[in-house]
């Protein structure tokens, strides 16, 4: 079997889980949590970062941050994961959905503009699988209407648009560290900022609202979490960020031999290699099935694993979610891109693990499936 994703541990990642076994600092107060954030900062160009436990907490809590609530409206795409859509709804306010290029992943920029109300607050971009959204007439979008943008950069680490990193970008940017992302700490998130307001209150409401005065330590004014992230993820991370150009230039490679080895398979599209603004990161390969090719995604992704080769589908878009349809949301809506991508789209084996025969062999049984 040839799994979809495997992470790759060839840092000091021993060594620095070994020296907080020996400290005695696996909590959150330990070194490598101030450390790791310290660095992300720097690495993605932001003055603060905030360690959280995953991505999806992470986008709660930006939500929440930036004062998002009742009555408000934030724009997004139909096509990405439900973590991003139940950080707006568990606040309060409303999904808004566009569609995404078909091509691209992402989301049709000039879609978001119609979907613009006097309740908007904010545009929650999210990065799809490996290119980067086209930022710029979205900042535009954002100064015109003053409008605040969350940047979903969960897959990005490392990618950039027109050379500035992805987490630069928004009032708040989040990462994963999710197993299948560029850097993982088993579980794990961080929201990045500029404005030390934003940060105090990110830490805050990360951290149970706990007093700073420390004779009122336990007398809240008000309700968060704990989104702590512990010193023996904070490790992980921080052994994979040293390494992160070395992370880069695998998860490219992996790429382009999947390119050149399946550009002949005639009723696939293979990914778009580059913009002109960015270079493909290849955080997953995604293919989509062409529409003459008789079958969908779900049965050839059956047919795979009947070789031994791992697949995952496409997002099911969030105006089809049942839970959603249920609290009356998106109701008649249609996205028709976000739902041929999930009919029509899987992704292969990308994982940093992955070798050189094993690409080989994935591209072998592709091309036999699908002849
Ligand atoms: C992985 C991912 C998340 C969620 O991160 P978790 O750490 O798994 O909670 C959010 N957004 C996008 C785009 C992702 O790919």
Redo the contacts with the bound molecule.
């Keep these: 079997m040839i799994p979809v994703n495997e992470p790759l541990f060839n840092g000091k990642e021993k060594e620095y889980l070994n020296e907080c076994i020996e400290t005695g600092w696996v909590g959150s107060d330990g070194p490598f949590v101030r450390k790791f954030e310290e660095n992300m900062a720097s690495y993605i160009g932001r003055r603060y970062a905030v360690a959280v436990t995953?991505?999806?907490?992470?986008?709660e809590l930006a939500v929440v941050a930036l004062g998002i609530g009742p009555r408000d409206e934030v724009i997004l795409p139909a096509f990405?994961?439900i973590?991003?859509a139940q950080a707006i709804v568990k606040a309060g306010a409303k999904p808004v959905l566009v569609d995404s290029d078909y091509y691209t992943f992402n989301m049709k920029v000039e879609d978001i503009e119609k979907k613009i109300t006097p309740m908007t607050k904010a545009i929650m971009i999210?990065?799809?699988f490996g290119l980067p959204v086209d930022m710029d007439p979205i900042l535009e979008l954002a100064k015109k209407y003053n409008l605040k943008i969350i940047e979903?950069a969960?897959?990005m680490h490392g990618q950039t648009y027109n050379g500035k990193k992805c987490g630069s970008f928004g009032d708040i940017s989040?990462f994963?560290?999710?197993p299948?992302?560029h850097i993982t700490t088993g579980?794990?998130?961080m929201v990045l900022m500029d404005d030390e307001k934003l940060y105090e209150r990110c830490k805050s409401l990360r951290n149970l609202c706990f007093s700073n005065d420390p004779k009122k330590r336990f007398i809240h004014e008000e309700i968060g979490w704990n989104l702590r992230m512990s010193n023996l993820q904070a490790a992980l991370g921080l052994a994979q960020l040293e390494r992160i150009d070395k992370i880069i230039e695998k998860k490219r490679w992996i790429g382009r031999k999947y390119q050149e080895l399946l550009k002949d398979i005639e009723v696939i599209n293979l990914p778009i290699d580059k913009t002109d603004y960015s270079e493909n990161i290849y955080?997953v390969f995604g293919i989509t099935l062409k529409d003459y090719y008789p079958k969908n995604a779900q049965e050839v992704m059956e047919e795979l694993s009947k070789y031994g080769i791992g697949t995952r589908p496409f997002f099911y878009p969030m105006h089809k979610q049942p839970v959603f349809s249920r609290m009356g949301l998106f109701l008649n809506e249609n996205y028709p891109n976000a739902e041929k991508l999930y009919d029509r789209g899987f992704y292969i084996p990308s994982g940093l693990a992955l070798t050189e025969e094993q690409i080989v062999k994935v591209s072998e049984i592709l091309h036999e499936v699908l002849r």
């Design positions: 995953n991505g999806t907490a992470a986008l990405t994961i973590s991003c999210v990065h799809i979903d969960a897959e989040i994963s560290f999710y299948n992302k579980e794990g998130g955080w």
